[in-house]
């Protein structure tokens, strides 16, 4: 029998070969890099939705007319909706609340601060919150939207208030909580970018840009917009190929870690992978499946005159999400090789995750990592937690729960990915908070300390640095409201016992980092320590 690390290295030679006739940048380092556990091999629902929150605890949910699902609700308690297309008194639940550090979950009820917002049929205008407790329910406000939202994007503003972009068939976006002014504003590139039959242009990339006003990326081109006066400040130009990287296509995107905090102008760069070609949607519900774009497009979006720069994936992937991780790197992760987004549209599953370092030269930035081995399609979900591992769940391309007799069965497990800098062989180099636990109250433009234990003979000071990420809302290939901000360090003190003093200055508005929780992390030469709750305001 020949041995399986054997057939992985012709696999992984044959893909160099293959990548080396490649166009663009094609420089690939097969790390094999990553590890990989099974955390629950069911948790009853498909995790098509997933959020971290401030206790360490993952909201998963899925759509509740798939039909009942493996986890019943406690006695007694039932949803009741007349309205509901496939069940309508309904004792099992559609949401868990995951208890990361416990490893155990339980069945939320649909009435218990999360805000998520829109859906399909008779949940479109639906605002639902959930605030984090241990016995805490949804609640849901019926006609929280103006417009009925389904496949819309949501991002948080420096003043609180949320805004949601596009959804089929609206050209438009509002704000929750509602204005006393009217609540539904025009938005006319969503309507330029839409393919008509096709779309493209769902679930929109949106990022708070530095200077406060938004990127959206929609289909194949992205505009600055300002959303305080409703006017298009920049139109980016068209990615090169014209391809479309928006739902159903399904690419996904990130904006960059910020950098440089305290100059006087800031780089933002935001980086879009992956998707289906033109003709992929319309060829896959004829049962031909083309292959997904390999491609990666960057731009610094707050240059005066920004070009998109390419550059090739060593693994084609649509349906595929990009995970920021604290020391900068970006993870590729889910998704499919051909096909696109949608019911059985689907093929050839991509099972490694690929590591992304945008701070390498360009053509050294690709590293494929351990695969996985239990596909994970459309309704796939991804999230960072606070150790530094990556949460991964869902997966169901059917229209109901469907186990047998088929390509791709439901997923109802959950697993983490754990980045290669958790290997122990790192562990002297890890960086150990040992205060503050928490910080509830940290303010803008102020300087902060946090002590550390690093075990390390020698620590290189130049090499620490205090990063903030913003845990986000992850579904269908986007995570919303994700950012990290780097924060370096101004001065980093040993003060005995291979403890260290690390100096680090917060953000100075809401433009660079909206008033909510983040996730703290030190950083030494690339690895991270376990994250620490803070809340800016």
């Known amino acids: 029998m020949v041995a399986p690390s054997f057939i992985f290295s012709i696999i992984l030679l044959l893909l160099q070969l293959l990548f080396a006739s490649l166009p663009h940048h094609r420089t690939f380092t097969f790390a094999a890099d990553g590890s990989w556990q099974l955390l629950q091999k069911s948790i009853g629902i498909s995790a098509m939705h997933m959020q971290l929150l401030r206790n360490d605890r993952v909201i998963m949910f899925d759509r509740t007319d798939f039909g009942p699902s493996n986890l019943s609700l406690p006695t007694g308690k039932c949803?009741?909706?007349?309205?509901?297309?496939?069940?309508?008194?309904?004792?099992?639940?559609?949401?868990?609340?995951?208890?990361?550090?416990?490893?155990?979950?339980?069945?939320?009820?649909?009435?218990?601060?999360?805000?998520?917002?829109?859906g399909f049929n008779d949940g479109e205008r639906r605002v639902r919150v959930f605030n984090p407790c241990?016995?805490?329910?949804?609640?849901?406000?019926?006609?929280?939207?103006?417009?009925?939202?389904?496949?819309?994007?949501?991002?948080?503003?420096p003043d609180g208030r949320q805004i949601i972009v596009g959804g089929r068939g609206q050209f438009n976006y509002e704000f929750i909580p509602k204005n006393i002014v009217a609540n539904k504003i025009n938005l006319p590139f969503l309507s330029e970018t839409n393919d008509k039959g096709i779309e493209n242009n769902l679930y929109p990339f949106v990022f708070l840009n530095v200077d406060g006003n938004l990127f959206i990326f929609a289909n194949n081109r992205a505009i600055l917009f300002d959303y305080v006066n409703n006017i298009v400040v920049k139109k980016y130009p068209m990615i090169p190929g014209g391809e479309p990287r928006s739902y159903p296509s399904t690419g996904s995107a990130v904006l960059l870690p910020l950098k440089n905090l305290k100059a006087a102008a800031i780089e933002a760069e935001v980086l879009v992978c992956g998707g289906a070609p033109k003709g992929s949607y319309l060829q896959s519900l004829k049962g031909t499946f083309m292959a997904a774009l390999n491609t990666c497009a960057r731009i610094k979006i707050t240059d005066p005159n920004p070009e998109w720069v390419m550059e090739t994936m060593p693994l084609a992937r649509v349906m595929g999400d990009m995970i920021l991780l604290p020391n900068g790197n970006v993870l590729l992760i889910n998704g499919a090789s051909f096909g696109t987004t949608g019911w059985e549209q689907g093929r050839d599953p991509v099972l490694s995750p690929v590591l992304y370092q945008p701070d390498n030269n360009i053509g050294s930035r690709f590293e494929v990592q351990n695969p996985t081995t239990i596909p994970r399609m459309y309704h796939s979900t991804a999230a960072l937690l606070r150790d530094g591992r990556v949460l991964v769940g869902g997966s169901n391309p059917h229209a109901f729960y469907n186990f047998t007799g088929i390509l791709f069965p439901t997923k109802l497990s959950l697993e983490a990915f754990s980045p290669a800098y958790l290997d122990a062989k790192f562990d002297k180099l890890r960086p150990t908070i040992i205060a503050p636990k928490s910080m509830s109250g940290i303010r803008y433009r102020k300087k902060y300390t946090i002590q550390v234990v690093i075990n390390s003979d020698k620590v290189d000071e130049s090499s620490v640095s205090v990063t903030m990420f913003a845990p986000a809302f992850n579904t269908h290939s986007f995570s919303m409201n994700q950012r990290l901000l780097v924060l370096g360090n101004e001065k980093v003190t040993a003060v005995g016992n291979s403890m260290y003093n690390v100096e680090a200055m917060t953000p100075k508005s809401g433009n660079l980092a909206p008033s909510k929780f983040y996730l703290l992390f030190v950083v030494h030469q690339g690895i991270p320590s376990k994250g620490i709750w803070v809340r800016l305001h």
């Open 79 to 118: 949803r009741n909706d007349p309205t509901d297309t496939v069940l309508q008194v309904d004792c099992t639940a559609h949401s868990v609340e995951y208890d990361v550090f416990a490893n155990k979950f339980r069945a939320i009820m649909p009435n218990g601060n999360l805000f998520q917002t829109g």
């Open 134 to 157: 241990r016995t805490c329910d949804w609640n849901e406000i019926p006609n929280g939207l103006t417009a009925k939202r389904w496949y819309a994007s949501n991002h948080i503003l």
